[in-house]
């Protein structure tokens, strides 16, 4: 129901995957769009993945075609599915709704992906 805790992250070759999960409280699961942000070193967090409700999803140019948000209804789960990972994919992920709600921000999950 507070903060949320992303998980999953690691370290990862290029072209390597990784899936991150994020749980929720199932209220903030169904009133909420949700996204998954990423911060990189010394840069502002930005979101790069959005899922709004009844079930459109919205990349950034950077990851469409490689990153996948989706939902676990049962298990009130946000889900990153991130394909061919690139060095410039490297930072730390997070889960929020989106717009991100200032309460919520909690422990993201630090990628590394090695050239």
């Known amino acids: 129901q507070g903060r949320l805790a992303a998980s999953g992250g690691d370290f990862v070759q290029t072209g390597g995957s990784l899936t991150l999960s994020c749980v929720m409280s199932?209220?903030?699961?169904?009133?909420?769009?949700l996204a998954w942000y990423r911060q990189a070193p010394g840069e502002r967090r930005e979101w790069v993945a959005r899922?709004?409700?009844?079930?459109?999803?919205n990349y950034k140019d950077s990851v469409k075609g490689r990153f996948t948000i989706s939902r676990d209804n049962a298990k009130d789960l946000v889900l990153l599915q991130m394909n061919s990972l690139k060095p410039e994919d490297t930072g730390v992920y997070y889960c929020?709704?989106?717009?991100?709600?200032?309460?919520?921000w909690g422990q993201g999950t630090q990628v590394t992906v090695s050239s």
């Open positions: 899922y709004d409700h009844p079930g459109i999803t």
């Open positions: 199932e209220s903030t699961f169904r009133r909420y769009n």
């Open positions: 929020n709704t989106f717009p991100p709600l200032g309460g919520y």
